[in-house]
C-alpha cells in the first residue's frame, strides 16, 4: 500500500501456476461417483433430507424444489474448518474464487461467477453488509468471524428482483446462531501454525416462550510478511485480532408469533506492509476495524395462510487505517458507513404455489468527515412481489421489482424460471433475471477518487440447468451468461472510478455430492469466460478454470477427510497481459470423537507446501509489481465441547 491512501485503491493483481489437468480431475471423481451401483429401493428406503432454504426465494423451501443454483454450508462444515476464515470457506465452494493481499485479516476479495466483491449482496440475519462508504462499495465479509454462523447460504445469479442493489453475481446471506430450549453450553479452543489461536464460548437457553444465545471469541494470529518484494523489504509479520460478541433474545407468545432483537459486534487490528513510500523502519502499518449490527423483528402468522415478518435494523462498518504520506510522516484515513433498513414481508399461501409481497426501505451513510462533495448518505425505497409453485411436473419462479434511488431515480428488475421434471429423478431448468449495482458514495463523490458522471451498472442474465437427484446423490450442469453494462472499474493512473462499458461473464457450472456408506463425495468443476466486450480482453483476476474435490470418511469415532483445490490461470491486468499460472492445494481434516460432548479436531491446508501468489499490487504500471505472501504448510489442532 501506498502511503497515506487507503489500500483499496491499489491495484490488486492475482498469480497462479498454469494447471491443465483440472477437468479430468473432476471427470475422474465424477466417474468415479456414478461407478458405484445406485439401488433405487435402497435409495428410496433411506433418502436424504434436502435442507430448507431462504435466500433463493425469501421464503422457506425445500432446496430440491429450487430453481436456482445454490449451496448451503451447514455447522457442521462450519467446525471442519475451524482454524479458516470464513472466505476461506466461501472459496472451496462452486462459482467462488478469491484473493488475499497477505495473511489472516488483509484485504481479501472475491468473485461469484466471475462477478466483483461488490456486485456480490452480502448479508447477515436479512441486513445488508455492502459497505457505502467503501471505495467500490464492496462488504467487510473477511472480518466476520465463525464461531457464530450457524450457516450459510450462496444463490449464484442476479437476485435484484429479491434483494435490491448490488446483487448482480449472486447473493452470501450468514445466519447466526439463535437459542434453543433448555440450557446447554458449548466451546472451542485452538491453537496451530504462526501462533494461530482461536477460542469460542456460547450459552444457549430458551423456555417455553423464550429464546436466549449468548456468543463470545477471539481469533488472534502472527501471521506472515504481507508483501514478499516490495521495493522497501518489511521483514516483521504482519499480525492480526479479532474480538467479537453477540446476544440473540426472542419472545413467543403464542403459536406462530415471535418478537425478538439481536446484536453482534467485533473489532480487532491487522498489521501490513507499508510498499513503496519513504523507508520509515520503525513504522507500525495497521488498520483497526469495528463492526456491529442490531435489529428488532416480529414474526406474525395473520392466518393459517398469510405470515408477516416486520424487520428494522442497522449495520456499521469503521476502519482507521494508520500508514505514512509521501513525505513519510504518519497519516491516519479513517471510513464508517452505516447501512439502516426497514423492511415488511408477507407470505401468503395461495391454492396454487406462493406469494410474496414486500417493501423495504434502505439508507445508506458514510461518515461526515469524509466530506463527500457535501453528500453523506443515499437512500432506496423498493417494492417486490414474487410467485412460486409447481403443478403436475411443472415448476416456476416470477419476480418482481421496483426501486426508487435517491441518485438515479427508479429502476425496475425482473426475474424467470421455470423447471420442467422429465423424470422422477431429472429436471431441466432454465431462467432469465435482471439486475443493478448503483455506484458507492466514494465512487461518486469523493474528493481525487470519486466521479459524479458514473453510471449504474446493470446486469442481464440467463441460464439453463439440469438436475439429476436420487436418494443420497445429486448432480446439477448449469450454463450461464451475464451482460454487464457500464460496469465500474478504476484508472489506475488518477485512481478515479470510471465506467470501463461492457462485460460478459458467461460460464459452466458443474457439481456432484453424494454418500456411500461411510463415504461422503463432494465435487465441482467451473468453466468461467470474464471478458471485456469493449476490448475483447479478458477481465483481471478471474481464472477460467477451477476444480474442487472433497472426501470425507467416517470410521467410528473417528472422521477424515481430504480436500483438492485447484484454480487455474488468469491474466493479471486488463490489457491481458501477466498470464500467471495456476496451483492446486490438497488439505487434509480429522475429527475424533473423545466421548458424546467432547471432540478433538484438527487439519492440515497446503500438505505439500505449494509455494504460489494469489494477489499482487500494482502502483504505476504492470510491470513494477509487489506480491503478497501466501501461506505455506500449515496445521491447526483444537478441542471442542458440544452438548449432546
Request: net charge neutral; aromatic share 10%.
Amino acid at each position: 500500500m501506498r502511503g497515506g491512501k487507503p489500500r483499496f485503491h491499489s491495484k490488486i493483481i492475482i498469480m497462479q501456476r498454469q494447471t491443465h489437468w483440472m477437468p479430468t480431475v473432476i471427470a475422474s471423481a465424477l466417474s468415479f461417483a456414478f461407478s458405484f451401483p445406485i439401488s433405487g429401493a435402497a435409495q428410496a428406503a433411506e433418502p436424504m433430507l434436502s435442507p430448507v432454504v431462504v435466500t433463493a426465494t425469501r421464503q422457506e423451501t425445500r432446496a430440491s424444489d429450487l430453481l436456482s443454483d445454490v449451496t448451503v454450508i451447514d455447522r457442521e462444515e462450519i467446525e471442519r474448518n475451524s482454524g479458516d476464515t470464513i472466505v476461506e470457506l466461501l472459496t472451496r465452494q462452486a462459482g467462488i474464487q478469491s484473493y488475499r493481499s497477505g495473511g489472516q485479516g488483509a484485504q481479501t476479495g472475491f468473485f461469484v461467477r466471475g462477478a466483483n466483491t461488490n456486485q456480490v449482496k452480502v448479508l447477515v440475519d436479512g441486513l445488508p453488509l455492502n459497505g457505502a462508504a467503501d471505495q467500490s462499495g464492496s462488504s467487510a465479509l473477511y472480518n466476520l468471524p465463525l464461531a457464530n454462523v450457524e450457516r450459510i447460504e450462496i444463490l449464484r445469479g442476479p437476485a435484484s428482483t429479491l434483494y435490491g442493489a448490488d446483487a448482480i453475481g449472486g447473493v452470501i446471506q450468514i445466519f447466526t446462531r439463535k437459542g434453543e430450549p433448555g440450557v446447554k453450553a458449548d466451546g472451542f479452543i485452538g491453537y496451530g501454525t504462526h501462533n494461530t489461536y482461536q477460542a469460542n464460548a456460547g450459552i444457549s437457553a430458551g423456555g417455553e416462550q423464550w429464546r436466549l444465545r449468548v456468543d463470545g471469541s477471539r481469533d488472534s494470529t502472527q501471521g506472515i510478511s504481507a508483501q514478499t518484494n516490495a521495493t522497501r523489504q518489511d521483514a516483521d509479520k504482519e499480525g492480526y485480532y479479532n474480538n467479537a460478541g453477540s446476544v440473540a433474545f426472542s419472545f413467543l407468545p403464542a403459536q406462530g408469533q415471535e418478537l425478538g432483537a439481536s446484536v453482534r459486534h467485533n473489532e480487532g487490528r491487522s498489521h501490513f506492509d507499508s510498499g513503496n513510500v519513504p523507508a520509515n523502519s520503525n513504522y507500525d502499518f495497521y488498520n483497526d476495524f469495528r463492526s456491529s449490527q442490531w435489529q428488532v423483528f416480529s414474526k406474525n402468522r395473520i392466518t393459517s395462510s398469510w405470515r408477516s415478518n416486520l424487520l428494522y435494523g442497522q449495520t456499521t462498518e469503521w476502519t482507521s487505517i494508520h500508514s505514512l504520506d509521501f513525505m513519510g510522516s504518519p497519516e491516519v484515513s479513517t471510513f464508517e458507513t452505516q447501512n439502516r433498513q426497514l423492511s415488511w414481508q408477507n407470505d401468503i399461501d395461495l391454492s396454487l404455489g406462493k406469494l410474496l409481497l414486500a417493501a423495504e426501505h434502505l439508507e445508506q451513510q458514510g461518515s461526515p468527515s469524509q466530506n463527500f462533495d457535501g453528500r453523506d448518505s443515499m437512500r432506496n425505497n423498493s417494492l417486490l412481489a414474487g410467485w412460486t409453485g409447481n403443478w403436475n411436473r411443472h415448476r416456476w419462479q416470477l419476480n418482481a421489482r421496483h426501486d426508487e434511488h435517491s441518485a438515479f431515480g427508479s429502476k425496475d428488475t425482473y426475474g424467470l424460471a421455470y423447471g420442467y421434471q422429465l423424470t422422477p429423478q431429472w429436471r431441466a431448468q432454465a431462467s432469465y433475471g435482471t439486475a443493478f449495482k448503483a455506484p458507492s458514495l466514494s465512487q461518486l463523490y469523493m474528493p481525487i477518487y470519486g466521479n459524479p458522471a458514473l453510471q449504474p451498472e446493470e446486469a442481464k442474465n440467463r441460464e439453463i440447468g439440469l438436475v439429476w437427484e436420487q436418494g443420497k446423490h445429486s448432480a446439477s450442469a448449469t450454463y450461464y451468461r451475464n451482460n454487464v453494462t457500464n460496469l465500474i472499474g478504476y484508472d489506475p493512473f488518477t485512481f478515479q472510478s470510471i465506467n470501463i462499458g461492457r462485460a460478459s461473464l458467461e460460464g459452466v457450472t458443474l457439481a456432484y455430492s453424494g454418500k456411500f456408506g461411510d463415504w461422503n463425495l463432494r465435487a465441482s468443476y467451473d468453466w468461467l469466460d470474464a471478458v471485456n466486450e469493449e476490448s475483447r480482453k479478458q477481465l483481471p483476476l478471474r481464472a477460467r478454470n477451477k476444480a474442487q474435490v472433497a472426501v470425507l470418511r467416517r470410521l467410528g469415532l473417528l472422521e477424515t477427510g481430504v480436500e483438492l483445490n485447484s484454480v487455474g490461470s488468469r491474466y493479471a491486468s486488463t490489457r491481458e497481459t501477466g498470464r500467471m499460472g495456476g496451483y492446486t492445494l490438497v488439505n487434509l481434516t480429522a475429527r475424533y470423537a473423545l466421548s458424546k460432548n467432547w471432540s478433538l479436531e484438527g487439519r492440515i491446508d497446503n500438505l505439500f507446501d505449494k509455494q504460489y501468489e494469489t494477489s499482487r499490487a500494482d502502483y504505476f504500471n504492470y510491470t513494477n509489481l509487489n506480491t503478497y505472501g501466501t501461506l505455506g504448510t500449515t496445521a491447526f489442532v483444537g478441542i471442542r465441547y458440544t452438548p449432546n
